[in-house]
């Protein structure tokens, strides 16, 4: 998954100013106690990073 297609997707599921606000805030346990902007600053492909999104909130199936 190229970074474009996980920003669109955070865009789909959250809104654009609201995804920001997820990936600076939120910590989630499955990507060991990170933010997401902190998962993909680390190197983190951005595949997992949307598979831990998916894991974490009630994603549609669409943008699985």
């Given at each position: 998954m190229r970074l474009t297609v996980f920003w669109d997707r955070m865009n789909q599921q959250f809104g654009a100013t609201y995804a920001q606000s997820v990936a600076k805030d939120y910590v989630m346990s499955e990507l060991?106690?990170?933010?997401?902007?902190?998962?993909?600053?680390?190197g983190e492909p951005p595949k997992k990073v949307w598979q831990a999104v998916v894991a974490t909130f009630?994603?549609?199936?669409k943008l699985q």
């Open positions: 060991n106690g990170r933010t997401i902007e902190q998962a993909l600053a680390d009630d994603v549609p199936s």
